[in-house]
């Protein structure tokens, strides 16, 4: 399969799960095993996970294709790893400069992190396969990120900015949702 195409592709399907699953928790009336995948609040964090979720999905679907590659797990993990690091390099970065968040440049940074994600999982896929330390290795990578996706929401680490939702400086689920919808049920109680 063509590298650029699955540079794309998963490109694109990151970037639009992570937009849909941006709004998926207050649709859903604020289900709790919702909030394991979709984003809770403004955090940061919660825009890393819904990077990782869209990674996932993508996991789902490309394992079928090229799982069979020596380096997959590896790859996978690599690719785990960049938003991680890259969405909040570039937000807190620019945000540094601006003092402000700005929604196109968020957006922008999203996808950037996404296209560096798709580039370096073809990037792994396509070295000579790894020996048995690098799937050690990625194994171990694989459990932290699933980890840290799986509790981070529930259990979000305090005053640290990251985990901390700039609009109510809350954390995790204590932050409501900022689409209006909960301030309205709260007002009527």
Known sequence: MNPWLIIIIETVAVTLIGSLLHFTYAWSGERKWVAIFAAVNESTWEHVKLALSGIFCCTLVDVWFLGSNPNYWLARSVSF?????????????????????????????????????????????????????????????????????????????????????????????????????????????
């Open 81 to 189: 790893i960049i938003p991680v690091i890259v969405i909040p390099i570039i937000f807190y970065g620019y945000t540094s400069f601006t003092r402000r968040a700005i929604l196109p440049v968020d957006i922008a940074t999203f996808a950037v992190a996404a296209f560096i994600s798709a580039g370096f999982f073809v990037w792994v896929l396509e070295m000579p396969p790894v020996s048995e330390v690098g799937a050690i290795i990625s194994g171990v990578i694989s459990v932290v990120i699933l980890t840290a996706y799986f509790l981070l929401t529930f259990f979000p680490v305090r005053n640290n900015l990251l985990f901390e939702d700039p609009i109510t400086h809350k954390y995790g689920l204590e932050a409501p949702v900022q689409d209006g919808k909960k301030k309205k049920r709260r007002a009527k109680k």
